[in-house]
């Protein structure tokens, strides 16, 4: 069982940056592949960015270049590093964990309860 709480959501200006973090407890949080997805209502969740347990990443094409996933075993905790935001940014970030190097929502077990972002333009 794994355990997901996200923190570093909130409001902020276009162009600005944000860091999300996701602390993970439970058991071989190292064995999994991480991912961030988001949400807006009314629309199906999208995967952001996941990394895998070598360090090898995945960006969702309309973050490339400006959104970092990365992750710390030491520390259990996977981040999210947001620059450059845009008011399309809007969304309700999700961290998850999962046993397939993908975007796909589908591959995830284990999800936490969200941390809101809002770009104002």
């Known amino acids: 069982q794994v355990q997901l709480v996200e923190s570093g959501g909130g409001s902020v200006q276009a162009g600005g940056s944000l860091r999300l973090a996701c602390a993970v407890s439970?058991?071989?949080?190292?064995?999994?592949?991480m991912g961030w997805f988001r949400q807006v209502p009314g629309k199906e969740r999208e995967g952001v960015a996941a990394?895998?347990?070598?360090?090898?990443?995945l960006h969702a094409d309309s973050v490339k270049g400006r959104f970092t996933i990365s992750r710390d075993d030491a520390e259990n905790t996977l981040y999210l590093q947001m620059d450059s935001l845009k008011p399309e940014d809007t969304a309700m970030y999700y961290c998850a964990a999962g046993l397939v190097f993908t975007l796909r929502t589908y591959a995830y077990n284990y999800w936490g309860q969200g941390t809101q972002v809002t770009v104002s333009s």
């Open positions: 439970g058991n071989r949080y190292s064995g999994y592949y």
């Open positions: 990394i895998a347990r070598d360090r090898s990443t």
